[in-house]
C-alpha cells in the first residue's frame, strides 16, 4: 500500500483487496480527520465492494468522505453507496467542494 498524506486528503494506492482490508481494519483510526481517496487499478469484486462500503459508512458518521479512483471502463460492481471518480484531479475537486459545503454549514 502507498499512503500519500497531506493536510487536505489521504490518498490511498493499494497491491491487492488485502493491503486495503489491513489499512482498513488496522489503521484508519489514525486519519479520522481526513477524507480519504483510493486508486485502484485492479478489479473491483465484492469483498472488495463490502469492505469500501464499511469504510464509507464510518467516514460519514465523522463527516468525511471516501472517493474510489479508478479508470476501469466497465465496473460492473458499482454500487450506490460508493463514490467512484475516473481522475484524481477530479476526486481532489470533490474534495474542496465537500470542504466548503462543510465550511459553510459551519456558519
Known sequence: ???EENDFVLTLKPLNF???KLFYSND???YRNTDIIIIINFEIDNKLITELNKWTNYLNIIHHILIIVTNLKENRY?????LIIPTLNEAIDYIEFEKIKRDLNKI
Open 18 to 20: 488485502e493491503s486495503i
Open 1 to 3: 500500500m502507498i499512503v
Open 78 to 82: 458499482q454500487n450506490d453507496q460508493l
Open 28 to 30: 484508519l483510526k489514525n
